[in-house]
């Protein structure tokens, strides 16, 4: 595990924003797909500030190799979470709904 700072801290197996619920996953995941620190700190406000973003990507940056078998390995999990415990089809036809809406808005 890489090490916490006053940005991130590990908590269940995981990495949180720093007194949040977010996890760095969600954070790297916009980041990844090219958000800007303040349209994350927009989507998120609960993350506290814009500063905590920045800390946060900066986490990201430095870790690089780090971060991505950290996500790799989210997603693993999600997928034995999602196979033990399949959604009912119409949540997954809400979901599929909002990230189509999302992504048309981002073109």
Do not use: C, W
Not at 21 to 41: K, N, P, T
Not at 52 to 78: C, M, N, S, W
């Amino acid at each position: 595990m890489m090490s916490a700072n006053q940005y991130i801290e590990i908590r269940n197996g995981g990495y949180y924003l720093a007194g949040t619920r977010i996890g760095l996953d969600v954070i790297a995941y916009e980041f990844q797909d090219g958000r800007s620190a303040e349209a994350i700190f927009d989507a998120y406000p609960s993350v506290g500030s814009l500063a905590k973003v920045y800390g946060a990507i900066t986490f990201l940056l430095e870790h690089p190799t780090e971060i991505e078998e950290y996500l790799q390995e989210q997603d693993r999990r999600y997928e034995k979470i999602k196979t033990r415990h399949p959604l009912p089809p119409e949540m997954i036809a809400r979901f599929e709904a909002v990230r189509s809406e999302r992504s048309t808005k981002q073109v």
